[in-house]
């Protein structure tokens, strides 16, 4: 007997959009509910387990390699799939979200990849959501140049080859699309959303491109949520006739738990995987939300004092390098946020020098590519990666059995010579209220103090003021944290941003509105799982 035909989609609380219909055609949606019904239910499963293991960490203030899949650690046979022609060399990757100026200049860019972000890059407001896959489709049968009414600026597409190779990032399993729910009124899960629209139009255009359908997977924390995204691409592949294997993910190790369960991620995800990826601000912001009533010892120092050379975040980039390239995966590195000023030229020296040494010790370190915010870094993380690689792809041959990391060096948080400052924790009020009131706007990825912020900026911002005050942290200035202290450095922002910005502007925008929402989730003494969670609720669109 056949399955049921699946229940229709209803879109809900959403204007039309133009082009619209060519995204969510018939067939589209009907693919989408098929995921939904399929799927959705497992995913209720693993985000309760999500809660479970947070309290069991809660409990014991300890993490380790699971005793249960230790079969798999050990055995030295399996590899992931070898990688398509189009990952090969992926020794820079660019971020960004997809709007059509983004999505020509990162294509444009002089990286070997995109990272085209649904996820912590793009508010996800209606008009984002549907937009940006239309603008990828539109890349892809190349009718995506456009002028820019506001310059007169005129953006068009370099030939084919000269394209960087989109990996598309969707949203995470916790967040779901208030637009799309089903006959009972259940929404669909975002990432169901995401990954449905991208692969049903595009994946056979991909295919007929000489590339293919590829995903980065954010906020996993466990090797069961990757089994269910190898699920989800099993049965997608079958559904729409494309050959089994085409899928290529890579997951980004951006959760504390993640890190004690790479080999056993790429085991599961192993015909469709590509490699894992360093995240630096969401693996902070993890370590705080999993440990935050663990006591002094877990307290972390200002997030800019925390480096990718702290002695915890060097064994977890080791030993993602040694696991990637003992699996046959590629190792990517993380983020060079900095955003190039065109005023100052001191500045740019300093921040390029930063980026320089941070990409030379990955490519050092064996990490096959790494990411930039920026077009005018490419040239700086090429430059990096060139050096130690020269002709060859990649160093996936280079396996790092120098390397031997211990559960606790993973959590081994005090072993980082630095303490949390005024100056720490005034940078985190500025970056989680400059930061919100853009997201409220519908902006994901924001330049604040010539970084390039997005969600996990701001997660790591929020997080930090309330772990401070939970652990009762002295700053350097010999103040304790309290709620009324940063009550009180938030007023102060609050003020400079209005002096700064002139009262119409703002009044124009969301600036109250995003210092109460981090001041609530900074100050709740229930800690909210994300931070976009409530947000999700105050943006409009």
């Known amino acids: 007997m056949s399955a049921p035909a699946p229940s229709p989609l209803a879109i809900v609380d959403a204007e039309p959009l133009p082009r619209q219909e060519e ?11 098929e995921l939904h019904r399929r799927f959705t239910p497992r995913r209720d499963e693993l985000l309760a387990r999500r809660a479970e293991r947070r309290a069991e960490i809660a409990r014991t203030s300890t993490l380790d390699f699971l005793p249960e ?224 009533d663990g006591g002094p010892k877990f307290v972390l120092p200002d997030r800019n004092a925390v480096t990718m050379t702290a002695p915890f975040m060097r064994a977890y980039t080791e030993l993602l390098v040694r696991t990637c390239h003992k ?67 990649n160093q996936r041959d280079r396996l790092r059995e120098d390397v031997d990391v211990k559960a606790e060096d993973l959590i081994a948080i005090d072993s980082l010579d630095a303490s949390p400052t005024y100056a720490g924790l005034v940078n985190a009020v500025q970056v989680g209220i400059r930061y919100i009131e853009a997201w409220l706007r519908g902006l994901g990825a924001v330049a604040i103090f010539n970084l390039m912020e997005d969600a996990a900026t701001a997660e790591i911002s929020r997080s930090q003021i309330w772990q401070w005050i939970n652990a009762g942290v002295v700053l350097d200035n010999g103040e304790r944290v309290t709620a009324e202290l940063a009550r009180k450095v938030a007023a102060e922002e609050l003020a400079n941003i209005r002096a ?10 969301n600036w109250q509105q995003a210092h109460d929402l981090l001041l609530k989730v900074a100050l709740d003494e229930d800690y909210a799982d994300f931070l976009t969670l409530p947000a999700y609720e105050q943006l409009k669109g």
């Open 500 to 509: 700064e910005t002139g009262e119409e502007a703002f009044a124009a925008g």
């Open 69 to 292: 899949t230790a079969a798999i650690r050990a055995d030295d046979s399996w590899k992931v799939a070898p990688a398509p022609p189009a990952l090969e060399d992926r020794r820079v990757e660019i971020t960004g979200p997809t709007d059509r100026k983004m999505t020509i200049n990162a294509l444009n860019s002089g990286a070997r990849v995109w990272l085209a972000d649904f996820e912590d890059a793009s508010a996800p407001t209606w008009e984002n959501v549907v937009t940006g896959q239309l603008n990828l489709i539109d890349a892809y049968t190349r009718s995506i140049d456009f002028t820019d009414e506001r310059t007169g600026k005129t953006y068009a597409l370099r030939p084919d080859e000269e394209l960087a190779t989109v990996v598309m990032r969707p949203r995470g399993w916790h967040l779901d699309e208030r637009h799309l729910t089903d006959a009972d009124g259940t929404p669909v899960p975002g990432a169901l959303v995401d990954f449905g629209l991208y692969f049903f139009h595009n994946a056979q255009r991909l295919l007929d491109l000489g590339k293919g359908p590829y995903f980065y997977l954010p906020k996993t924390e466990s090797h069961l949520e990757a089994r269910l995204w190898n699920d989800v691409f099993v049965f997608a592949q079958d559904h729409l006739g494309i050959p089994q294997g085409t899928v290529r993910a890579t997951v980004l190790i951006e959760t504390i738990t993640a890190a004690y369960e790479m080999e056993e991620i790429l085991y599961e995800l192993r015909d469709h995987a590509s490699g894992l990826n360093a995240g630096r601000w969401d693996y902070l912001f993890s370590i705080v939300k999993n440990f935050r």
């Open 327 to 393: 699996r046959g995966a590629h190792a990517i590195g993380g983020m060079a946020a900095f955003i190039p000023s065109r005023r100052d030229e001191e500045v740019n020296k300093v921040a390029f020098e930063k980026v320089k040494a941070d990409k030379d010790r990955e490519a050092n370190d064996g990490f096959d590519g790494s990411w930039v915010a920026h077009p005018d870094l490419v040239p700086i993380a090429m430059e990096s990666f060139d050096r130690v690689l020269g002709d060859r792809p």
């Open 23 to 33: 995204v969510l055609s018939e067939t589209a949606l009907a693919f989408l509910a």
